[in-house]
Each structure stands twice: as C-alpha cells, then as structure tokens.
C-alpha cells in the first residue's frame, strides 16, 4: 500500500483529504499547532494546550461515522456565556486532553472515536508562535494578525526555536511515498509546518516525490499578486533548499461574479507561469480543479486526489502541460 503523507492546515486541507480517504492508500495528515485565533485561540490561552482547530477539522474529514455525529462534533455554539465562537469538538479535544494529559494521545483517542481513516499527527506537541518579520523591518506577532498587517511579507519564523516534532511524524516521512505540501495559507498554514526544524530537514532529504498544490486564489496580507512560481519561491527561500517534484495548479476559468466577490478581498486567481515552474525544474500539472458554487473556489476534491495518486504511478510518456 502506497503511503501518502499530507502537510498543512486551515481550510484547504480537509477538501483534500476528504477526497484521498477514498482510496487504498496509507494516509498521514501533518497540521499546523500555530493557530491563535477565535476558539482555539481562546482555548490555547486558557487552557495551555495546542491549538485544537485545524486538528478537530481534519479528523471531521477522515472520520467514517454517521454525518450527524460529525456535525455534532464540528458544531459551533452561537450563544452562551463563555460558549459564544467555541466549537463542540475543539471543546472534546481540550477534555481529552486535560483527562489523558498529553495532547497527542487526545488526537489519537478521538480519531479511534471518529474511526478516522489514516493518522492525524500535529506538528508538535506544543503550542508555537508564528511570527512575520515585514520587507520595513517590523515584527508581527500571531498567526491570526499577520494577514492583517497591511504590510508584506518578507519571511516567517517560529518560537521557541528548538521545537521537537513527534517521533512518529519523523518516522512517517522517512517512509512516504508521496509528500504533498498545502493547499492552503502558505504563511500562516503551510509553513509554520515545515519551519519545524526536523519536518524541514525530513521533507528536503526525503527520496518520496513532492508535490506542491498551489492555493486557486491569492491571499491579501499573505499573497497578493503571487504567481504559482512566487509561492515556490517563498518555500525555497524559507527551506533553503529546492524540494518540490511536482506541483499542481488550477488552470479553469473563474466565473465573473466569482472573481468579482473575490476582488473585493484583494484575492485574484493564481497564475499558473508555466514557463517559470519549469525553470525551477518542476513538473508542471496546469489543470481544471476546482468546485466553484455559491460565489466561493474551493479545489475539486476528487479531481486533485487522483491527480495526485496519478503521481504514485509508473511513469508513462505522456506528459501534462
């Protein structure tokens, strides 16, 4: 069985993960503890605990459990003294946590209640700052303000500096078949992943092919005006080493009124500058992906999950463009 290890965080990468479960394979997801906004914000605070959000969202997309227990699990109260904002999961994952004392064991717990399809492991055990150090100088602190600095962005970095990834994240990279880095915010979901100082180092010695999947659009206050190659660039730059295989970007036109909504955020669809990719020595996989309704672009689960088990096949002559 083909293992497949997933990296990253915030809202892009369940979609993808919902569409990998479906498929034979050995699936680990690496997520981001870096998070301090809204509930698990509060929770971290309070709590002195990592993060439980990105977590509690992935475990929802590989949990094989009747639909009604996972929007029980994913519901989010909208009243109540000290409730208001916090989602019942993220409220399991801190009393899982407080009753095995040790965050890890909690994740893993409630993936065997959720009767979660692969493995669920955060970055650290810990919770770690994330810090934007912007082209003028200053220092922005927090994951949840840097977008909102009005300034860009010239690298990210983590504290503490010494932080220890989990043995078992170690050991799952060493023996990937496929590493696939996002979708989602390179600054503040993709990133603070690989800044972990042995995640970085496993990822760039790793033999496994890796591919990137590009976000479909840009991000105002992370990434506005990147081309698909900028996002590589501001990976390399942070890993200091070239590491990507593969990466895959959408190439399907935006509907009009989408693209408007979006403009509206100072998001515009990523440019797939093919020419410049393949500078980079990438194979280049411009295609349509993505599930556009209701005026929002998310990538189309199953169009990128069996692009991506395409990439685990022998190679063929044929080539995408």
């Not at 569409?19 to 709590?47: H, P």
């Amino acid at each position: 069985m083909k293992k497949i290890v997933v990296i990253g965080g915030g809202t892009g990468l369940p979609v993808l993960l919902r569409g990998l479960k479906q498929y034979n394979v050995d699936l680990t997801a690496i997520v981001t503890v870096a998070d301090d906004g809204g509930s698990s914000g509060r929770l971290r605070d309070e709590l002195d605990m990592p993060p439980p959000g990105d977590i509690r969202n992935v475990l929802a997309a590989l949990s094989d459990v009747e639909p009604l227990i996972i929007e029980l699990f994913q519901h989010r109260f909208e009243n109540g003294n000290g409730l208001s904002g916090h989602s019942l999961g993220n409220l399991i994952l801190a009393a899982m946590t407080s009753i095995t004392g040790d965050f890890v064991r909690a994740v893993r717990e409630m993936g065997k209640v959720l009767n979660v399809r692969g493995k669920v492991l955060p970055a650290a055990n810990e919770s770690v700052v994330l810090h934007a150090e912007m082209e003028d100088g200053t220092i922005v602190s927090g994951e949840s303000k840097i977008p909102y600095s009005g300034k860009k962005i010239k690298r990210v970095f983590l504290t503490p500096a010494n932080i220890e990834p989990l043995d078992e994240t170690i050991a799952e990279l060493r023996t990937a078949d496929l590493i696939v880095i996002g979708p989602g915010s390179l600054y503040t979901s993709i990133l603070p992943n690989l800044l972990v100082p042995k995640i970085g180092e496993e990822v760039c010695q790793s033999k496994a092919k890796k591919v990137y999947i590009c976000n479909v659009m840009t991000q105002a206050g992370e990434t506005l005006n990147y081309t698909a190659s900028d996002h590589v660039k501001a990976l390399y730059d942070h890993m200091a080493c070239a590491f990507l295989d593969a990466i895959i970007v959408n190439d399907a036109p935006i509907l009009p009124e989408t693209k408007e909504r979006y403009a509206k955020e100072l998001a515009a669809p990523v440019v797939c500058d093919t020419a410049k990719l393949e500078a980079l020595g990438l194979q280049v996989i411009c295609d349509a992906i993505i599930d556009e309704r209701d005026g929002t672009v998310r990538h189309d689960t199953k169009k990128v999950a069996a692009l991506l088990l395409s990439l685990l096949a022998p190679p063929s002559h044929g080539t995408y463009s």
